[in-house]
């Protein structure tokens, strides 16, 4: 299992924040947005909101770029509105790469969920991720 070590990004009250980043090449990005969201909901959590855009080039109306948004909450026993555990913003086209950011709070996404993302993205993606140099 290959483990990329995070930058922790913020600290709030109450909340540590990472952010992991990938970048594939020569993948749809729905393909992506749609195995993050079931990789994702396998670690229990809840789709509190997701959404997918496609933008045409101005250069050339037959290529596209994507976005994708998915948010996931954990929802807690007292509580019945969810809070925001993990966010995935992904954006890219087909043709070229695809970029992937990952903001998990790590207070509500515990390390062994964090790693069994990973270790399932690298399984399915691994053959078209860019590795930085």
Request: aromatic share 10%.
């Amino acid at each position: 299992m290959k483990f990329y070590s995070p930058t922790v990004r913020e600290v709030k009250k109450d909340k540590v924040e990472m952010q992991l980043r990938k970048t594939y090449q020569a993948l749809k990005p729905e393909l992506l947005y749609d195995e993050i969201r079931d990789i994702v909901l396998k670690q229990g959590v809840t789709t509190a909101e997701a959404k997918l855009e496609t933008y045409s080039l101005p250069t050339d109306s037959s290529s596209f770029i994507y976005r994708g948004t998915l948010i996931f909450e954990i929802k807690g026993m007292s509580c019945k509105t969810g809070k925001e555990c993990l966010r995935a913003h992904i954006v890219g086209s087909d043709k070229d790469e695809t970029k992937v950011m990952l903001d998990i709070d790590e207070k509500l996404f515990s390390k062994e969920k964090i790693a069994a993302l990973q270790e399932d993205l690298d399984f399915v993606f691994g053959s078209y991720e860019v590795k930085p140099h």
